[in-house]
Structures are given as C-alpha cells and as structure tokens.
C-alpha cells in the first residue's frame, strides 16, 4: 500500500529513510531549511557519502516518486505522515538542544492549520525520553488548533541505522519500535512498514525513546568493556580479538561490538550516551557505568598517543603519519572521530602530523587546518617517525612493509586492527600485541607466543 510521505530534515537519517520509502513503493517529499542541500539533492547528486545512496536517488527521481523542496508547507500539504529527521545537538552539559524539534514542532502545527484530514507526526530524531510528550505535542496542537487523537496523530519511530550502511539497515532491520500515542497513530505508520521482514514492537511514545537510548548505551558499553579488557590484555602479551571471540560465541553476548581499538566517534554514540546521562542527571539520578563508558572511550585515544610516544623517544618535532581520519570507514564522517583528539594530543607534544584518509580529509581540514593531508598512504609515511592507524579502511588492508620501508623509523601503533600480519613484519596495537619483529631466540622465550 503506497503513501505519500513527508520527510523534514535531509541529514543521512532523513536522506536515507526518505530515499528507503520511496524505493519501497511510496511518494515521498523531502524538506530542508539547507537551499544548497536541496539543489544537489534535486539533480540526484547525494550530499553525503553513503553506499548505494546515488544508485537508489537517481532511481527514485527517475520514477517520480522522490522530490525535495525547502517549502514545509508544501511538504505537509502532499502527504498524509510526517517523519521530522532534524538534528538533535548537544548543549554544554551534554543535555540536549531541543531548539530545532520545537521549531519544526511549531512549523508543522502551523502548516497543519489549513490541512483536511487526519495527519500523522512521527519523531524519528533522536530525542530524550518525554521529548514528545513535551517539546512536540503541545506545539503542533497550539500551533495547528487541532487535537493529538483527532485530526492529527502522533508516533515516536527511532532508526537504528549505521552511517555508511544506512541504506542496507533501513532495507533490513532487526526490528521496528513504533511508539504510539494512540492506537490509530500506531496503525497507520505500521502500515508503511507492511513489506519488510521484520517483527513490530509496538510502545507507548516514551518507552519508544527510551529504546533508542538503551540500545546505543548497550553498544557503547559493549566496546569500552572490550577496551578495558584489552588494555588488560595488553599488558599480558594476549590478543584481546581471541578473547573477545571466545566471548562472543556465547549467545547470550553475541559477536557483535566486542572490537577493542581507538574506541567509538560518530555523531550517535558520544552525543546520546552523553544525553542520557545528563537526563538522568535532571532527575536525581547519577549514572556510573555511563560515566565509565565515556570515560574508557577518551582514555582510549590518549594510551594510543602515550604508547607512541614512548616507542618514538618523545614527540618534539617527530613526524607521525595518522592512517586514517573517520570515525569509521566507509564514511567520510569525522563528527567525534578519535582522529580529531589524537591529531590535537599529537600537536600538543610537539609533533608534526601528516595525516591520509580515502574520504575524510575534506572534512577534518575544517577541524585541523594546518598538518600535512597527502594524498596516498605512502606519501602520508614518507621520512615519518611513528604511524598511527585510526580506522579500519579495507584499503589499508593491503599496506605492506613496502610501503612503510618509506619511514624514518618504523614504529606502527594499530588503533584499528587492519593490518595484514603476513605482509607487515614489525608493528603492535594498542590492546593486542600485534607482529613485532624479533629473533627466534626471544620468540621462544617470549611469553606472548601462542596463537596470538
Ligand atoms: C539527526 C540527529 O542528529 C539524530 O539524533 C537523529 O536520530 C536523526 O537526525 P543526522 O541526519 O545525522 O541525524 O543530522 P544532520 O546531518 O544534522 O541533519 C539534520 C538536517 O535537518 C540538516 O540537513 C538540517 O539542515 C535540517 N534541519 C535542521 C531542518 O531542515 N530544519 C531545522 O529546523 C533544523
Ligand atoms: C550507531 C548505531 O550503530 C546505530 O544503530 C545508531 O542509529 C547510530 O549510531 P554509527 O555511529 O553510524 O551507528 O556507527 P557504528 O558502526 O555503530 O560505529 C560507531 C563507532 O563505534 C565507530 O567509531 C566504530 O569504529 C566504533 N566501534 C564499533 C568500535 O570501536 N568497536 C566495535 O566493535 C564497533
């Protein structure tokens, strides 16, 4: 059953869904304050770099289907379900700046004025539990005149998807969670959901919030644990990955998110576990493990820069090659990368960086504007004094000790665990030992030897 549908906001959330709906079978038009944004999206031209993003928006523009504009009213007026996709930044303290909910909040209500028939507001920002309740609601009834319950319709929907992998995710996802504020709201957005093969969980609004916010925690507290069991292992010669594998084939645990390394960026993780502690602050209660986890994450970046630098001899006028600038790969996204702290750590020591990423460089110029960015990892190595590798492209995969022949000296600290051991004989990481060249002699007597 197809549906027009009105997305507002055309970040990689907003984009991605937008485009995902309209690949399922529904007209969908897209809104954003950004003129610029709306042009190139327009001409089919994606403004983010994500996977398959170009191949579906071409499609989708092609069939008719997909349109944006910068007009919200126009955007309301040709659908019959609103999806607000806008940014949820963080304030100070960490808590959440709801200005630009409220404002769409406000905007949709007025839009919704002059509007017939029954109109449905799904949240999928990401937004504190009662965010709804309180910062949408009351806005779009004041500003529309009309009901929550009878003219308009009111869910909470969060996305769960992976940047770089957002479009796979929205096509596949574990599960859906609709949150409610009536049986109808929740009925009609199930609805567009009827062709995918996943099961519906379907909630009040707040618990729908809430799911968002437990599950990011879970991931992040799964990744700063393997950490912290890694800088144990580190110390012990083992490799945290053989452990974490033992680990993870308890079902109960589950593979997934146990990779220990330079810990987690992005624009989700920092941002929301950051959020809901200070919620939880709010009401009385002091968060520990949340706390930790934050805390084990920035730790992460200063044992890489530590480690490096007593493995260089000090880092006054060193050269360091940072391998590797977004929060992760496939994305050219650098929003809280480790990149960002361990390039500000490695300046403040007196260290001159150069710095190689396959997409990310234009975006971390705009954060580090005055180290060297090369255009090729060897270029990036050339005559440095250590190498530090900071997310796991593939094509780093494939670096061998050819490549790193090009250093002054050869010291290589994994921050990722990337590189090929049969092809790069003489490098360690951060939580495991990695390949360090040594004589058979020591081989034997080293404690590290074993499978790891
Ligand atoms: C955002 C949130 O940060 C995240 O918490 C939520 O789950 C989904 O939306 P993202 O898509 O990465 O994620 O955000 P961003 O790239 O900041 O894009 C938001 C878009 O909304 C921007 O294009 C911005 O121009 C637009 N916007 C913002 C509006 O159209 N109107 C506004 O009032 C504010
Ligand atoms: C995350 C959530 O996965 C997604 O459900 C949510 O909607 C948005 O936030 P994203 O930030 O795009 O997605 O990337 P993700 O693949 O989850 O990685 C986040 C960070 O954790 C990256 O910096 C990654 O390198 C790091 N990470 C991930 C680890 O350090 N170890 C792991 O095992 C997994």
């Known amino acids: 059953m197809s549906m027009n549908i009105s997305i507002i906001g055309t970040g990689y959330v907003g984009l991605c869904t937008g485009v995902g709906f309209a690949k399922m079978g529904n007209n969908v038009i897209c809104m ?23 191949k579906y928006l071409e499609n989708v523009t092609a069939k008719g289907v997909f349109r944006a504009t910068t007009d919200l009213t126009r955007a ?22 709801l200005r630009y909910i409220e404002q ?37 009834e004041e500003k529309s005149g009309k009901g929550v319950g009878d003219d308009i319709g009111v869910c909470v929907n969060p996305e769960f998807l992976r940047e770089g992998n957002a479009l796979e995710d929205f096509l ?20 567009i959901y009827f062709n995918f093969n996943a099961p519906v969980l379907r909630t009040n609004l707040k618990t729908a919030e ?52 330079a810990g987690f960026g992005g624009s989700c993780f920092p941002k929301d576990i950051a959020a809901i502690v200070a919620k939880g602050k709010a009401l009385g209660y002091d968060t520990q493990i949340l706390n930790t986890v934050l805390n084990v994450n920035k730790k992460q970046r200063r044992i890489l820069v530590d480690m ?4 260089t001899d000090g880092l006054q006028n060193k050269k360091i090659a940072a391998l590797g600038l977004a929060f992760k790969p496939d994305s050219d996204d650098v929003r809280e990368a480790p990149a960002i702290d361990v390039i500000s750590m490695l300046k ?24 060297e960015y090369c255009s090729n990892s060897r270029e990036c190595l050339k005559d440095a004094d250590g190498c ?8 780093f995969k494939n670096l061998s000790d050819k490549d790193f022949d090009v250093m002054k000296n050869k010291v290589i600290i994994e921050g990722r665990k990337v590189l090929n051991p049969s092809s790069v004989k003489n490098f360690e990481g951060i939580c495991w030992p990695g390949r360090l060249a040594q004589s058979k002699t020591e081989y034997h007597k080293d404690p590290r030897r074993g499978v790891d």
């Open 76 to 97: 309301i007026t040709n659908s019959d379900l609103t999806m607000i996709c806008v940014g949820t930044p963080s304030n100070q303290d960490g808590s959440m700046d």
């Open 172 to 191: 596949n996802p574990d599960r859906i969670v609709i949150g409610q504020y009536d049986k109808r709201s929740g009925d009609v957005l199930e609805k």
């Open 348 to 371: 403040e020591r007196g260290a001159k960086v150069s710095a190689y990423d396959p997409q990310a460089m234009d975006n971390m110029r705009k954060m580090h504007g005055d180290i």
């Open 210 to 261: 809430m799911i968002k916010y437990a599950a990011n925690a879970m991931l992040a507290t799964k990744i700063s644990l393997s950490n912290e069991i890694g800088n144990i292992c580190k110390r012990l010669g083992i490799d945290v990955y053989n452990v974490m594998k033992g680990v993870g084939m308890d079902s109960r645990i589950s593979p997934k998110f146990l990779r220990a390394g």
């Open 104 to 140: 769409v909040s406000k905007d949709i209500g007025t839009a919704l004025k002059n509007k017939e028939g029954y109109h449905v507001i799904v949240v999928k920002s990401t937004v504190v539990p009662g965010t709804t309740e309180i910062n949408v609601i009351p806005h779009l």
């Open 308 to 311: 490096l630098e007593n493995r």
């Open 32 to 54: 954003d304050v950004d003129e610029k944004k709306i042009k190139q999206i327009n001409k089919a031209e994606p403004p983010i770099y994500e996977k398959q993003l170009k």
């Open 388 to 395: 530090l590798i900071l997310t796991n492209w593939k094509e």
